[in-house]
């Protein structure tokens, strides 16, 4: 029985597990949330050490065939596009390498004409000489279609479900494939039938209320620790960001029931890992690494090109599918549309230098094909 499955009978997402996450979720005074915090920190250490791991994300295009109110990339934003090149690609690569990235996330809208099976492919197979850890979060595909990548190099898969609320993600998601919540949600399975080793999850918080939110991310959690097994598991707990389209978050989800939710996952699943971007500012960011984080982005950039300006000479806009020319001024130079403003903006170099001042050791590389079993 698939995710999908279970996820329509609320009966069977009552394990012992969940029922102590909501617990954990239930309003906490200042002093709980201390002795929880004391919890969360004691059980990263046994499991992960002093040790924090660094990733960048890679974006590769911002070309996207679906409307989804809330994102830079939907497809109705008139914003400014471009798909990289395989060799554009590798010139971003190559700068995240000598910043001393080894551990490289490809992102990219979901396009088909643009985002193909092959291209990734060939994007993983150029990258995978000299970045030993790469991971995809591209659109959902079927098992056959993420073998390619895998066989090239790729070893993790990263999908949010975005919403679990089915009501929301069907107001949210207008057209095009992501409208199938379903498929959508089953995903990481399909990705486990493919080979990847690491799965992340996740759900943008802000489009739904908090606590529920939380509760079936950590159901998703549970299922794939059961059936998925063979793989590491990631879970991210993003907010919503300025991005074009304007879109305002519809719920709360502050500071403090982050932090809450973060405590949560970590007590409830010591083993998995949980990820904090760029999304955050530097100082929340600083105050979290010891409650439970293990993986860090740094200095991103959320647009195709970002970091060396790869790309711009084919930067356009689209109207109805089709994409025009943009035309820049005499000495102006063109950039993608971001997906989303990030807040903490500190370089990669700034980000691992206070890493260390809080007695955590940056971890650059922790994964080499040389490990694989033969």
């Not at 130079?333 to 403003?341: I, N, R, Y």
Request: aromatic residues 8%; negative net charge; hydrophobic residues 40%.
């Amino acid at each position: 029985m698939s995710f999908s499955e279970t996820f329509r009978d609320p009966a069977l997402l009552n394990s012992r597990v969940l029922r102590r996450f909501a617990s954990l979720l239930q309003t906490k005074d200042n002093a709980e949330l201390e002795s929880m915090a004391g919890e969360a920190e004691k059980l990263t250490r046994q499991n992960f050490g002093r040790t924090m791991r660094l990733f960048a994300p890679l974006y590769l295009s911002n070309e996207c065939v679906n409307i989804c109110k809330y994102c830079g990339f939907s497809r109705d934003n008139p914003i400014l596009r471009v798909t990289l090149t395989v060799d554009q690609v590798e010139t971003e690569a190559r700068h995240l390498w000598e910043q001393g990235f080894r551990n490289v996330l490809l992102v990219a809208g979901e396009h088909p004409k643009f985002v193909s099976t092959d291209y990734l492919a060939q994007c993983v197979e150029r990258l995978a000489k000299f970045i030993p850890a790469l991971s995809l979060e591209v659109g959902p595909m079927e098992t056959v279609d993420y073998v390619p990548s895998v066989r090239a190099g790729a070893e993790g898969l990263v999908v949010y479900q975005e919403t679990y609320d089915r009501v929301a993600y069907a107001e949210l998601h207008t057209a095009g494939p992501k409208k199938d919540f379903d498929w959508r949600l089953d995903c990481p399975e399909r990705a486990y039938a493919a080979g990847f080793r690491r799965l992340g999850l996740g759900a943008l918080f802000g489009l739904a209320p908090w606590e529920q939110e939380a509760l079936n991310l950590a159901a998703h959690v549970d299922y794939l620790l059961r059936h998925c097994w063979k793989s590491s598991i990631t879970v991210s707990l993003p907010r919503l960001r300025p991005a074009a389209g304007q879109f305002e978050p519809r719920f709360e989800f502050n500071d403090r029931a982050l932090v809450q939710v973060i405590l949560a996952m970590r007590h409830c699943f010591p083993q998995v890992g949980i990820v904090l971007s760029t999304r955050e500012s530097a100082a929340l960011r600083d105050r979290l690494v010891r409650l439970g984080v293990t993986m860090m982005s740094a200095g991103s950039h959320t647009e195709p090109g970002g970091y060396t300006g790869a790309g711009e000479e084919s930067i356009h806009t689209t109207q109805r599918g089709k994409a025009l020319p943009v035309i820049a001024s005499e000495g102006e130079h063109l950039s993608a549309t971001e997906q989303f403003a990030i807040a903490d903006e500190r370089s990669p170099a700034e980000v691992s230098a206070r890493l260390r001042e809080l007695g955590l050791e940056p971890v650059w590389k922790d994964w080499d094909a040389a490990l694989a079993p033969v």
